[in-house]
């Protein structure tokens, strides 16, 4: 069941290392860990396919990385849950 036993500072530490793990740059043991976190977390799952679908969007228009403004407002969703 999503956000149960909901523990947000795991939720900044996963949004620290989304890039990575959309870029498949973390270990193993990471990658999985944040999986069985995202598949519980409804805000952590908004998080990836939203940066996921942008880091796509970019690459398609050969832009470097993410712009700044969006993960601001990624970061914000995180920390204040009343953003969702
Ligand atoms: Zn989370």
């Given amino acids: 069941m ?3 036993n909901h523990d947000h500072k795991k ?10 793990y959309i870029d498949g740059e973390l270990d193993e043991k990471t990658y999985e860990e944040m999986q069985i976190h995202i598949k519980e ?3 952590c799952e908004v998080c990836l396919e939203t940066l996921r679908r ?16 969006l ?3 990624l970061k914000l969703m ?3 849950p009343s953003n969702l």
């Fill in 11 to 20: 939720c900044i530490s996963i949004f620290k290392r989304l890039s990575g």
């Fill in 78 to 80: 995180i920390y204040d």
């Fill in 41 to 43: 977390c409804i805000k």
């Fill in 71 to 73: 993960r601001e407002r």
């Fill in 54 to 69: 942008t880091v796509d969007l970019c690459r398609n228009m050969k832009m470097q990385g993410v712009p700044d403004r």
């Fill in 2 to 4: 999503k956000e149960k």
